[in-house]
């Protein structure tokens, strides 16, 4: 028999889910809001939210390829949390350290976007907090009810394959570089190296080459994308894949042959830079380093002088608009600089403290490949501000909730043996 509080908080659920239905016809078609109201149910009376996380990361990308404005996406993944939270918290919560961590990241940003500390003449963003809420929801229920880290990578492969033939059939370009989805093409290049690692990761772990299949057309979109940032998360991600379970000396005698190559043929570096960004020119590269040095410096700048609550969550492209150090409607193209500059230094220790939780252990082959991910997100967070795009981060935040709870898992005492024979006293 359920509990008074549990039917009470499920018919505030109900109520709640009234409006946002409206929302939806009104705003966004009696077809979206009914797919999404499906969906939230069919993970309701799912009888494994692990597995309904699983079902969740298939449709992210049908989502947004049904809608490529991202709305839909955000929409489904809210519910879908909102949904899964409610039947982890009747579930039952053991305290633990990264759910304490994670609750500590969410007030900070909270207070950093309900307080800010300076004001601004346009409207006040709010999509960005929310979207990130979501992901830290995702997170967290991922982290509670973690699902099977083979089933997780073999979505991401194949859910990106299907993404990347997409994008490539549509053929949609500005200036010579591969876009679609409403992303510009760095953010299209962070959303499929995930499932590039996660092939590569399958076939090399589980000795299955089949799956470098996935792989291809992921390759060749992100190519096409020519995002160096792109490239440096697949670098990352796939040799933390080729590294796993080797002997120690193996890893630091592969990272001293890299930089001894690169040492000696430093002009190689360049050559290959190049090739991969294709008919972008040096005057581009240039520049667009350029500023995103200058928005860095600026975010940095900002993190010092308000360290404590940042200037507000979403408000650096506003203040880079009109600082005299840029003067342009940019943001930090650096999550770690931005959680730094709008929720203040706390935030980025909080958040940091949750990859090394997440990251920072030897891990069986299957839990290895979601290493790899968040790694190459991890590494792709330095030149993009993904975490408020749920159709790109979704696969990172359900890929470090996982490996949140087997860190977890691991860190409880063994219980004591039961002794095989057992003596009567008489």
Known sequence: MRSPAAVVLGWLCLVAAVPAVVYLVLF???????????????LLVWPRPDLALVMLLGLVPVAAVAEPSGTAAVVLVTGAVAVLLFRVV???????????????????????????????????PWKGYVVLLVGLGLLAVSAAAPADPRRIAQVVAVSGAAVAGYLLLQEEYAAGRLTGLALNPN????L?????????????????????????????????????GAFLMVAAGVACVVLAGRPLRHK??????????????????????????????????????????????????????????????GMFPEYARTSSDLGIYIN?????????????IGALVLFVALLWLGLARRRTPDLAILQALGVATAVGLLFANTLTNLVVSAPFW???????????RSSRPDPAPTPLLSVRKT
């Open 187 to 190: 953010y299209i290049g962070a």
């Open 332 to 344: 930090t193209h650096n999550e770690y600089l931005r959680l730094a500059a709008e929720a203040g």
């Open 90 to 124: 009747l579930r039952g919560l053991q305290p633990r350290v990264d759910l304490a961590v994670l609750l500590l990241l969410t007030f900070a940003v909270t207070v950093s976007y309900l307080l800010p500390q300076i004001t601004v003449t346009t409207e006040r």
């Open 252 to 313: 630091v005698l592969i990272a001293l042959s890299i930089f001894g190559v690169a040492m000696v043929l430093p002009g190689s570096l360049d050559e290959v830079g190049n090739s991969l960004t294709g008919d972008r020119s040096t005057v581009e590269l240039t520049a667009n380093t350029d500023v995103r040095k200058r928005a860095a410096w600026v975010a940095a700048r900002v993190a010092f002088d308000h360290p404590f609550r940042g200037i507000g969550y």
């Open 192 to 228: 499929l190296a995930l499932p590039l690692v996660a092939a590569v990761g399958l076939a090399r772990l589980n000795r299955s080459w089949l799956w470098l299949l996935p792989a291809l057309p992921c390759a060749t979109a992100i190519l096409e994308t020519r995002s160096r």
């Open 28 to 42: 966004h078609g009696a077809a979206t809001a009914a797919a999404t109201v499906v969906t939230c149910f069919a």
């Open 398 to 408: 359900v890929s470090l909730g996982c490996l949140l709870a087997r860190s977890a």
